[in-house]
């Protein structure tokens, strides 16, 4: 806007000829000299991470989320046979509140948490993406009407249990397998046994006879 009035005072160039124009739109010029706007282009700023590959728009909303509101995640060990919480859910704040300052909606957070395991793990399947984006839902809602904040909240949920009982089997294996063998030994072969020369019997029809 200033370059138009600067433009139009100091250069004298009628208004009608002078346009404002933001990133991406496009002026056509004809071959009478007259000029108009015709349109936009998508245009924006690029951004590179340090090893030169494209950030994407939503890696980049994330971050100003991120950066804003801070992050929250909750870890749920669980048994995978019977579906019970092993250990108390353990809560990560990030950029948003201090644990040891807010034990009230810690404690609200950990209920909620016990009684929704309780409620879907309960001796059945269960799909893990389908409880994931629950509870991060429903945290999300619990946080904000307690603080009027809405960090990222990241559900981790980690099923401990089974396991397979073929480790005798392959121990045996492998003792098998490292049994040393002892080469074969190698069979020498058989020979006729020989009279020695001086034990050579002659027969009675070949003794020389003196004459």
Known sequence: VHNAELAHKECHIPRENIFVCDSGDVVEIFHDGTAKK??????????YDDSGAVVSEVVLKDR????????????????????RLLTSPDIISRGFIYLRDSEELMGLIRQYLKQKVARIFSGRKVDLDIIKKEIKDEITHILYDQTRRTPIVIPVINEIGGGGGNGGANNNDSTRNNVTRRPAQQQKPFRTPQTPASDVVVPADNRPHDI
Do not use: D
């Not at 015709?38 to 951004?47: A, D, E, F, L, S």
């Open 64 to 83: 100003v989320h991120m950066a804003n509101e801070g992050m929250f995640v909750v870890v749920l060990t669980v048994s995978k046979n019977g579906g």
């Open 38 to 47: 015709t349109g936009r282009v998508p245009v924006g700023g690029i951004m």
